[in-house]
């Protein structure tokens, strides 16, 4: 789904367009209450969901990748499953690169065969509203530019479930550019005292690559393009203008060749993300390129104990 939030979402306090669609959100509530109920299975595998409650731009499928990397340095046989989306084949490619990666538009489906091959955990890459499974653990995301933006639930706002539950929650993870950080935690704190907050920041794998003295045009069609662009900034590229698409946005050849015009106009080159990247590279325009980055987890220690204490065999 190309969705493009309504700015109103990231208010700071619920506009009257927030509140006159209140009564829908709570309809959406009532609703997904009633068709979440936990169905009880029994897996050897053991399941970790990456899944979060602000829609989008939380960097799920970063820390799915950082989790699968921890797994490996512990020689642990792991797995990817993401629901399948036409429309989400960038994050699906990425995920490749660093494991096998099951789509299917049934999770459960795609847990019985992981099982069946003899993997020993699932990293879920969404999925935390998805209750046919109890996962072993789930780590909710969020991201320290938008926290919950207005704090209201779709479609008054961005939220896919009342942030009180958060409550029901043993961890939380915070990503972006440190970003608001403290008073985010408060609030967290204030929601469950008892929450493990965990801390992530972005980094440019790729900088060298780039003249920092050059100007640029930046796109992107991602859940969170202001969190990409307060990373840039935080490194010093100069940038004279920046684009947001839609997330997961399928740019026509039209659309690119007008963005190569505009860099020329402006005297400038032209940077993205990896995931937009792999949405336009079939198009063979050598003048985009894109910032390679990772997530790196600032208390990495609270990160591999909350994958691995639950399970006593590793």
């Known amino acids: 789904m190309q969705l493009k939030k309504p700015k109103f979402w990231d208010y700071k306090k619920p506009s009257l367009l927030a509140w006159v669609l209140w009564p829908l959100s709570k309809i959406f509530e009532k609703f997904t209450s009633i068709t979440n109920k936990k169905i009880i299975n029994n ?12 829609i989008g731009g939380t960097g799920k499928t970063s820390l799915a990748i950082t989790i699968s990397q921890i797994l490996k340095k512990k020689k642990i046989k792991f797995c990817f499953i993401k629901k399948f989306y036409p429309d989400q084949h960038d994050e699906q490619k990425i995920l490749e690169n660093y494991g096998k990666v099951f789509l299917s538009k049934n999770r459960l ?6 099982e069946h091959e003899e993997f020993k955990f699932a990293i879920f890459d969404d999925g935390l509203q998805d209750h046919s499974i109890n996962y072993d653990l789930s780590l909710v995301c969020f991201n320290t530019i938008n926290w919950i933006g207005n704090g209201m639930v779709i479609p008054s706002g961005p939220l896919r479930e009342n942030i009180k539950n958060l409550r029901f929650y043993k961890y939380v993870f915070l990503n972006g550019n440190l970003e608001n950080l403290e008073l985010i ?9 008892n929450i493990e907050i965990i801390v992530g920041k972005y980094i440019p794998i790729n900088l060298s690559e780039f003249d920092l003295n050059q100007k640029y045009l930046v796109f992107s069609g991602i859940g969170n393009h202001a969190s990409f662009i307060s990373m840039l900034k935080s490194y010093n590229f100069k940038i004279i203008k920046d684009i947001e698409y839609p997330d997961h946005y399928m740019y026509s050849k039209k659309e690119i060749v007008s963005l190569v015009a505009n860099s020329k106009k402006l ?11 792999m949405r336009i590279k079939n198009e063979k325009i050598t003048e985009i390129e894109y910032v390679k980055s990772k997530l790196e987890i600032l208390d990495e220690k609270k990160l591999i104990d909350a994958i691995l204490n639950f399970n006593e065999i590793y």
């Open 43 to 54: 897996f050897k595998i053991k399941t970790i969901c990456v899944g979060n409650i602000y």
């Open 109 to 114: 489906e795609s847990l019985k065969i992981a």
């Open 185 to 193: 935690k408060k609030d967290i704190v204030s929601l469950n005292p």
């Open 267 to 277: 005297n400038c080159k032209i940077i993205t993300t990896e995931k937009d990247f």
